[in-house]
């Protein structure tokens, strides 16, 4: 009897013993932290790339912030998006957005301009897009101004698609806007970057008559119209006839020099005693 209770104790005791294998098996890992990866970048080149490195460019034709790439444009030109956007150094999470474009799909945005692919990119750092048509240029982080395509017009823009005049009555590196004028806003960058079209060289940067810096282009001052109130708008075009959007591919402001008056000397007229002697003289010379 004492046999057969000792058999059932230790049987059972035997099987309240877990299992360790079986509890290993029936476990939910424990997630593992990611590390979120940037999925838009600045190349060592300084442009802006996608996480693979693929280069992203902008079109001057969307400076009013919708994409006008549409049909086989896309075919070469393919849009770049990402729900939710991380960004790496250098680059500000608030410049980027998203935009729905009039085909039905969505498109990531820089500053306002929608973001491309070029198709002829194959390798990580390609930049073969570069100034196609004078109207595709990389996305840099640090244009101070761009251009703008509108209506068959070209002219230059700031980063953020705010176009800049020129005042007719200004002179090459003198801004003769001043008072209520200066109203007009001038435009000023310490650090000018622009596509590559244009040449760094030709901008500069004035002493206005308030005592600020100006920034000027081919030797003319830059404003703002106080009335643009979106990216795009060329509500300053020919008012009064004196305020213009700026070409970028505008011929160099020509110096004019105003000569400086030369003294000249006035001779008296001869009195009569000297044309008398002179008179005299002649004879005498004659005579000989």
Do not use: H
């Not at 048509?133 to 068959?152: C, H, L, M, S, T």
């Not at 282009?217 to 990216?231: A, E, G, I």
């Amino acid at each position: 009897m004492f046999g057969v209770m000792a058999i059932l104790i230790i049987s059972g005791c035997t099987q309240q013993q877990p299992n360790v294998n079986q509890m290993s098996a029936k476990q939910t890992p424990v997630e593992q932290p990611t590390i979120e990866q940037p999925i838009i970048k600045i190349s060592s080149g300084n442009y802006i790339v996608d996480s693979k490195g693929k280069t992203l460019y902008l079109f001057t034709k969307d400076v009013m912030g919708d994409s006008n790439c549409t049909g086989s444009c896309l075919t070469i030109w393919p849009v770049f998006y990402q729900e939710k956007i991380a960004v790496s150094s250098g680059l500000e999470p608030s410049d980027f957005g998203t935009i729905s474009r009039d085909d039905g799909n969505k498109q990531t945005t820089y500053k306002g301009w929608p973001l491309y692919y070029f198709t002829s990119d194959v390798n990580p750092g390609d930049i073969k897009g570069e100034g196609i048509n004078k109207i595709w240029f990389i996305a840099r982080p640090d244009y101070a101004v761009f251009i703008a395509d509108k209506d068959n017009k070209k002219f230059i823009v700031n980063a953020n698609g705010i176009s800049l005049y020129n005042f007719t009555n200004d002179k090459p590196g003198v801004s003769n806007c001043t008072g209520d004028c200066l109203n007009m806003s001038v435009f000023y960058d310490e650090n000018i970057v622009a596509p590559s079209i244009m040449n760094a060289t030709d901008f500069g940067v004035i002493i206005n008559s308030k005592g600020s810096k100006q920034t000027t282009y081919k030797q003319m001052p830059l404003y703002y119209f106080v009335n643009d109130t979106k990216r795009g708008n060329t509500n300053g075009q020919g008012v009064n006839n004196a305020w213009f959007v700026v070409n970028p591919e505008a011929t160099l402001a020509p110096v004019v020099f105003t000569p400086t008056p030369v003294a000249t000397q006035t001779m008296e007229a001869p009195t009569p005693e000297i044309i008398t002697d002179c008179i005299f003289l002649l004879l005498l010379i004659l005579s000989a």
